[in-house]
């Protein structure tokens, strides 16, 4: 005998809900070697750069990124809400001393970061990569950055203790 199941298209929707949201964290991919994270957007990188758990994977960027060259309309901090007239800025993606350290691959793939801004009193190592212990940082390209802290700051990578290749800040 066949039995033919009947759910109703509510619920599909619910799970979809539910579900979606863990299986497309940044532009797509898992962080494996073999289903790369995709960063493709301003919200991409910032939560990357809010998800430390994640700084042991692989990344792969698959669009030039421009971040609004006003830096109090981006939401810097990842809350939803641009972060008005006095902006931190991009937060590392990696801090030495925190055991957080970046020990993963970004691969620029040739794409740009454009318009980056920093600007954290108190935080060291700041750069789109603070700390970097054992990772690969390759092809990445940065234009127009700002940063006006003057102790331990870079733009592209503060410290490195792994590799980073075929890159430039200009």
Do not use: H
């Not at 619920?11 to 809900?17: C, D, K, Q």
């Not at 102790?151 to 503060?158: F, G, H, K, Q, S």
């Amino acid at each position: 005998e066949k039995y033919t199941l009947k759910v109703p298209v509510s619920v599909l929707l619910f799970l979809l809900l539910i579900v979606a949201p863990v299986f497309s964290q940044y532009g797509g991919g898992s962080g494996t070697a073999e289903d790369i994270n995709q960063i493709a957007t301003t919200d991409d990188l910032i939560e990357l750069c809010n998800t430390s758990a994640d700084w042991d994977k692989d990344f792969m960027q698959s669009a030039d990124i421009e971040c609004n060259a006003d830096e109090t309309q981006v939401d810097w901090n990842g809350v939803g809400t641009p972060d008005g007239d006095n902006p931190a800025g991009f937060s590392p993606i990696g801090t030495t001393g925190s055991g957080n350290d970046f020990t993963g691959n970004y691969n620029g793939n040739g794409f740009i970061i454009k318009n980056l801004y920093i600007d954290r009193a108190g935080v060291l190592n700041q750069a789109l990569f603070g700390y970097i212990r054992s990772g690969r940082i390759e092809k990445v390209g940065i234009i127009d950055a700002d940063s006006t802290r003057r102790n331990n700051v870079a733009i592209l990578v503060e410290t490195s203790c792994g590799r980073v290749e075929r890159s430039f800040v200009t």
